[in-house]
Every structure is written in structure tokens, then in C-alpha cells.
């Protein structure tokens, strides 16, 4: 069975940091590109930032360039996003993805709230 499960979301005030980790199993978790993504109150789930299987190729969205890290450690089967600078926008729930396009799976945690205050 597999799973994905978020932790480290909270409560922290407007330009605070914090660390989102996301613990994989159940699958061969380096054949399967990760990511971050987030979904605010009436909003569509949105990317904030992707890495392949590797770790050699990422991605941010604008909103995250320069403020978010993603990272991945295939050892341990874990994915993290380091955020830094937070803004009240940034307040969503936040859900950890893994993906494989051959053959194609996905697969979805179940979130974890972020609150920035302003």
C-alpha cells in the first residue's frame, strides 16, 4: 500500500520559515518524480515546486522561485520544501505528489495545513 505522508505544517508569522517533510512507502520511491503542491480556500490545487527521480531537474513556480527548496533523499524515501520569506498568500494546505509517467501512477498525501499570519 502505498503512502505519503505530510508533516511539519503550522501556524508562523509572515516572513518565517518553515520545513515541510514528506515520508514515502509502499513504492520504489526513486523511480518517481516528487513534488509540492498547494491548495488555498476556494482556490484549484496548484504546483509549488517539482524534482525528478533523480534530483537532477526541479521546478518552481513563480511564487516560490527564490524563497522555496525542494529536496528529495532517496535513502530515506523522504521529500522535503524548505520555505523561507513566508507571505500571508502563502496560506494553503499543502500535499506531497509522486509521480511516474511509465507506467503512469500518482499518488497524493493527505496534506498539511500552513498558516502565515500577516
Known amino acids: 500500500q502505498v503512502q505519503l505522508v505530510e508533516s511539519g505544517g503550522g501556524l508562523v508569522q509572515a516572513g518565517g520559515s518553515l520545513t515541510l517533510s514528506c515520508a514515502a512507502s509502499?513504492?520504489?520511491?526513486?523511480?518517481?518524480?516528487v513534488g509540492w503542491y498547494r491548495q488555498a480556500p476556494g482556490k484549484e490545487r496548484d504546483v509549488v515546486a517539482t524534482?525528478?527521480?533523480?534530483?537532477?531537474?526541479?521546478y518552481y513556480s513563480d511564487s516560490a522561485k527564490g524563497r522555496f527548496t525542494i529536496s528529495r533523499d532517496n535513502v530515506k524515501n523522504m521529500v522535503y520544501l524548505q520555505m523561507n520569506n513566508l507571505k500571508a498568500e502563502d496560506t494553503a494546505i499543502y500535499y506531497c505528489?509522486?509521480?511516474?509517467?511509465?507506467?503512469?501512477?500518482?499518488?497524493w498525501g493527505q496534506g498539511t495545513q500552513v498558516t502565515v499570519s500577516s
Open positions: 505528489n509522486a509521480h511516474r509517467s511509465t507506467p503512469p501512477n500518482d499518488y
Open positions: 509502499g513504492l520504489p520511491f526513486s523511480a518517481y518524480a
Open positions: 524534482r525528478n527521480w533523480s534530483g537532477s531537474v526541479t
